[in-house]
């Protein structure tokens, strides 16, 4: 029996020892913003990037970068140059906040 991966076309060709058959696959979306393990990110607007950034007085150059197609952040409508705020719960430090440049 020889199956296609159903993530590489939404049409698979399933080998059956009588003949072969089209099959047609629905491909799922999966939210995985909504996954339990995946942390909260938050778009900062402009006032509170500004304040971020003098708060620990650094450029937007020097923030870590996180990619715009991210799965994490996929979702959010977000441009190249925003600053998003990710809060990570740890079972030593309670809960941690990051920044991150989209690029």
Not at 80 to 85: A, E, L, M, Q, T
Request: glycine content about 2%.
């Amino acid at each position: 029996m020889n199956l296609l991966n159903p993530e590489v076309s939404r049409w698979s060709r399933v080998q059956i020892p009588s003949g072969s058959y089209n099959l047609k696959m629905e491909k799922k979306e999966i939210n995985i913003a909504a996954h339990k393990y995946v942390p909260k990110h938050e778009k900062l607007n402009e006032e509170q990037a500004n304040e971020v950034l003098k708060q620990f007085n650094i450029s937007k150059k020097q923030l870590p970068v996180i990619l715009k197609k991210d799965a994490a952040i996929k979702e959010m409508k977000l441009e190249k140059g925003d600053i998003i705020k990710i809060y990570r719960d740890s079972p030593t430090l309670g809960k941690s906040i990051f920044y991150r440049l989209v690029k």
